[in-house]
C-alpha cells in the first residue's frame, strides 16, 4: 500500500524557516518524481514544487523561487521542502504527492502557519 | 500561470447526473491531454479520479467520468450517490514544468 506521511508543520514567523519532510512507502521511491502541493485555508490547490527521480531537476512555482527548496533522499525514501523567508500567504496544508504529470497518490497534509 | 475557471457549485438529487466544467487556454487544457480531476472531501487529502483527460484509477467507480473539448475540459457525476458531496479540482500540465489547478467546485447532494 502506498503510503505517503508528511511531518515539520508548525507556527512560525514572518521571515522565518521551517523544513518539511514526506516519508514514502509502498512503492519503489526512486522510481519516481514528486511534487509538493499547497492549500490555503478554505481556498483552492497550488502546486508548488517538484523533482526528478535522481534529484537532478527541480522545479518551483515563481511564487516560491529563491526561498523554498525541494530536495530528496532516496536511500530514507524521503522527499523534503525548505522553506525559507516565510510570508503569511505562505500559511497553508502543504501536501506531498507522487508525480509526474498525475498526482496519483497524496500524503494528508501539514499545516503550516506564518504569523507573528 | 492562472488558475483554471471551474464553476464554484453544482448540484444534484440522487440518482442524477452532475457535470463540472473546467476552463483553460491553448497553453494548457487545449495543448495536453494530462487533464487529472481531484475530488476532495472537508478536511481529506485529494484523491484522484480521472488522469489523462477521461481515464479512471482502478477502484474509483465508473459513475466517474472525463472529457475534453478544446480548452475545456469536464467531469460527470452520473448516478449520484451521498458520498459523491465533496470539493472537486481539476488540474492540468501547463508545460517547462508547470501545472496548475482549477478553482474548485463543490458539489451538493440535495
Known amino acids: 500500500e502506498v503510503q505517503l506521511v508528511e511531518s515539520g508543520g508548525g507556527l512560525v514567523q514572518p521571515g522565518g524557516s521551517l523544513r518539511l519532510s514526506c516519508a514514502a512507502s509502498g512503492f519503489t521511491f526512486n522510481n519516481y518524481w514528486m511534487t509538493w502541493v499547497r492549500q490555503a485555508p478554505g481556498k483552492g490547490l497550488e502546486w508548488v514544487a517538484n523533482i526528478k527521480q535522481d534529484g537532478s531537476e527541480k522545479f518551483h512555482v515563481d511564487s516560491v523561487k529563491g526561498r523554498f527548496s525541494i530536495s530528496r533522499d532516496n536511500a530514507k525514501n524521503s522527499l523534503y521542502l525548505q522553506m525559507n523567508s516565510l510570508r503569511a500567504e505562505d500559511t497553508a496544508v502543504y501536501y506531498c504527492?507522487?508525480?509526474?504529470?498525475?498526482?496519483?497518490?497524496w500524503g494528508q497534509g501539514t499545516l503550516v502557519t506564518v504569523s507573528s | 500561470q492562472s488558475a483554471l475557471t471551474q464553476p464554484p457549485s453544482a448540484s444534484g438529487s440522487p440518482g442524477q447526473s452532475v457535470t463540472i466544467s473546467c476552463t483553460g487556454t491553448s497553453s494548457d487544457v487545449g495543448n495536453y491531454d494530462y487533464v487529472s480531476w481531484y475530488q476532495q472531501h472537508p478536511g481529506k487529502a485529494p484523491k484522484l479520479m480521472i488522469y489523462e483527460v477521461s481515464k479512471r484509477p482502478s477502484g474509483v467507480p465508473d459513475r466517474f467520468s472525463g472529457s475534453k473539448s478544446g480548452n475545456t475540459a469536464s467531469l460527470t457525476v452520473s448516478r449520484l450517490q451521498a458520498e459523491d458531496e465533496a470539493d472537486y479540482y481539476c488540474s492540468s500540465y501547463a508545460g517547462s514544468n508547470n501545472f496548475v489547478f482549477g478553482t474548485g467546485t463543490k458539489v451538493t447532494v440535495l
Open positions: 504527492a507522487r508525480s509526474p504529470l498525475t498526482f496519483d497518490y
